[in-house]
Nanobody, 116 residues
Framework: VQLQASGGGLVQAGGSLRLSCVAS????????VGWYRQAPGKQRDFVAR???????TYSDSVKDRFTIFRDNANGTVELQMNNLKPEDTALYYC???????????WGQGTLVTVSS
């Protein structure tokens, strides 16, 4: 199983980006999927999570600006990021813990840079 995150880029403050997480199997749809981010010199922090039933959780820093959702047509988990701020600059990773195999999977990270 491989997770792949994409959609990062350079955007001005106030702009939007949409990240996408895809896996090689249907693993994303039977387990919770989360997005995390790591800024330079800092620890990796939780951003958002979606459960198999669609329940979502957000960190306080992104609540009301970011939206996590499943794209059933494309088999992906998306992170829509609006009103981006320079402090959102980081490498963004998608993650899932597969309950069946008891294994933790991470994507390779996609870089988001927000200029002021």
């Amino acid at each position: 199983v491989q997770l792949q995150a994409s959609g990062g880029g350079l955007v001005q403050a106030g702009g939007s980006l949409r990240l996408s997480c895809v896996a090689s199997k249907t693993i994303l749809f039977v387990n919770s999927v989360g997005w995390y981010r790591q800024a330079p010199g800092k620890q990796r922090d939780f951003v958002a999570r979606i459960s198999p039933t669609g329940t979502t959780t957000y960190s306080d820093s992104v609540k009301d600006r970011f939206t996590i959702f499943r794209d059933n047509a494309n088999g992906t988990v998306e992170l829509q990021m609006n009103n981006l701020k320079p402090e959102d600059t980081a490498l963004y990773y998608c993650n899932t813990f597969d309950l069946l195999s008891q294994r933790d999977y991470w994507g390779q990270g996609t870089l988001v840079t927000v200029s002021s």
